[in-house]
């Protein structure tokens, strides 16, 4: 593919123009309007929609470039559109209510034409604005439970799976999860990033090396174990929603690899929320209620994914696993490994290379990093002591304990 094929506002219409959208969407006799989406970091992304009708009659286009749309010398496989359509796919099949619908997709210009979420927000934004979501512990539980269960051993035949592993080998984009999560935070790296004033803390991070091997263990198990399709990019930027709906987009990470990465990815995130509420809910009743409620949906995701996967593998697993003591076993191993990837995700969203949001948009320097030595000190604690964690509610206890270290005394 050649940079001439990218598509621009204007052949993103002649485009639509010419596939099954246009009549299926569109009626075939819209006038059509396009904007590009800036927010993306990878793929070049349109909203087209109609010009009479914005709002019911619009779609999203997504198209893959060899290379990363916002930093061009960072080369990227195509091929991850290809995934990204598959996976869309299989986990519209166990779980159709979490996924954007798919209109069309051209494996020739790497183009997926999905259904446009312009009634919900990314999560990320809502919970800095302290939006509660009544419904996202059991539409995410669910969706985690459902995607990971019908892509396991546990529910597919050996051969089915190991004839479905290398259709999702995935090397390249693994490889940046590989070096941004788990080897770049913990050595010397022109990357990695984090706030002056937080220098004592990561210097600790960096001296200590029975912290940077649980890291490394937690690294072998997410490039040696291929227990489930997971999503692999699974943060609360990957998850729009509303009070109704919640949707997880943007599977194109996806690969065979360790369901509790998934679960931790997301952990992960509602607890940097948390932690970033000490700037983003700056009333102190509405911060503690606010928190409490995070703390809670920790809870409930972690209960309603459990309460499924166990129903799931009950009713529907295959005969292999003929073992009651085993099923307690692997949830509870699935929750210490969670604990132990979620922390992964926390430290490296603080000091490597891809900061969020939560603390980006901090402009008091204290403040910020009051809200970061607070994330920090959740994944330390979750990374050291997750062994010694058999609830949920022990895990979230750890969480509501962990205080900043900054001011520094
Ligand atoms: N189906 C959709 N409907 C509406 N907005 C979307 C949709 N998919 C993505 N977006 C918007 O585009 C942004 C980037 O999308 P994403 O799939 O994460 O792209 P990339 O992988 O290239 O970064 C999202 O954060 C969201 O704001
Ligand atoms: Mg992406």
Same mark, same amino acid.
């Given at each position: 593919?050649?940079d001439?094929?990218a ?17 299926? +969407?569109?009626? !075939?006799?819209d ?7 800036a ?5 070049l992304? =349109?909203r087209?929609?109609?010009?009479h009708?914005?709002i ?11 290379y990363?749309?916002r930093?061009?010398?960072?080369? *990227? ?13 299989i ?9 954007p619908?798919?209109?069309?997709? #051209? ?8 259904? #446009? ?6 999560m ?11 419904l ?8 985690m ?8 051993d546990?529910?597919?035949?050996? !051969?089915e ?7 999702f ?9 590989e070096?941004?999560? =788990?080897t ?5 790296h022109?990357?990695?990033r ?9 210097r600790? $991070?960096?001296?200590? /090396? ?6 490394f263990?937690?690294?072998e ?22 009070e109704?709906?919640?949707?997880v ?7 065979f690899?360790? $369901? ?6 997301y +952990?992960?995130?509602?607890?940097l929320?948390?932690?970033?509420q ?18 809670q949906?920790?809870k /409930? ?6 309460n ?8 529907? !697993?295959n ?6 003591? =085993?099923?307690?076993?692997y949830i509870q191993?699935?929750l210490?490994?969670?604990? !132990? ?7 490296r969203r ?12 901090? #402009? ?9 030595s $607070?994330?920090i000190?959740i ?18 206890? *750890?969480?509501?304990e962990?205080k ?6």
């Amino acid at each position: 593919m050649t940079d001439s094929q990218a598509l621009n506002e204007q052949t993103v219409i002649d485009y639509i123009k010419q596939t099954s959208v246009f009549s299926h +969407i569109f009626d !075939g006799n819209d006038d059509l309007k396009s904007q590009q989406i800036a927010e993306g970091n990878v793929n070049l992304l =349109f909203r087209v929609s109609s010009e009479h009708d914005p709002i019911h009659k619009s779609v999203i286009v997504k198209q893959a470039l060899p290379y990363a749309w916002r930093y061009p010398d960072f080369k *990227m496989p195509l091929d991850r559109s290809r995934i990204e359509y598959e996976v869309l796919t299989i986990e519209g099949r166990y779980c159709p209510q979490q996924v954007p619908e798919i209109y069309h997709f #051209d494996e020739e210009k790497h183009i997926l034409i999905i259904e #446009d979420l312009n009634q919900h927000l990314v999560m990320r934004e809502g919970l800095m604005k302290q939006i509660r979501y009544p419904l996202v512990a059991n539409h995410i539980g669910t969706f985690m439970a459902r995607t990971l269960f019908y892509t396991s051993d546990l529910y597919l035949s050996s !051969g089915e799976k190991k004839a479905m592993v290398p259709k999702f080998i995935n090397p390249v984009l693994c490889k940046v999860q590989e070096d941004l999560v =788990f080897t770049q935070p913990y050595m010397d790296h022109p990357n990695n990033r984090w706030s002056k004033l937080l220098e004592p803390q990561v210097r600790q $991070i960096h001296q200590d /090396d029975d912290l940077r091997s649980e890291i490394f263990e937690l690294k072998e198990l997410y490039m040696t174990h291929a227990q489930a399709l997971i999503h692999n990019d699974l943060h609360t930027g990957s998850i729009m929603l509303n009070e109704h709906e919640t949707k997880v987009v943007d599977p194109e990470f996806a690969f065979f690899g360790p $369901i509790a990465h998934d679960i931790g990815s997301y +952990i992960a995130n509602l607890a940097l929320s948390y932690a970033s509420q000490e700037f983003h809910a700056r009333d102190e009743t509405v911060r503690k209620e606010y928190r409490l409620w995070l703390a809670q949906l920790v809870k /409930d995701t972690w209960r309603v994914f459990e309460n499924e996967f166990l129903t799931l593998w009950e009713n529907e !697993g295959n005969d292999d696993w003929p073992s009651p003591s =085993f099923r307690k076993k692997y949830i509870q191993q699935l929750l210490q490994e969670t604990l !132990g990837f979620g922390a992964a995700e926390m430290l490296r969203r603080l000091i490597g290379m891809a900061h969020v949001h939560d603390f980006w948009t901090i #402009d008091n320097e204290e403040i910020r990093a009051i809200s970061e030595s $607070i994330g920090i000190n959740i994944a330390v604690n979750w990374l050291k002591n997750r062994r010694k964690v058999f609830s949920i509610d022990e895990a979230v206890e *750890m969480m509501l304990e962990s205080k900043s270290s900054y001011p520094f005394i």
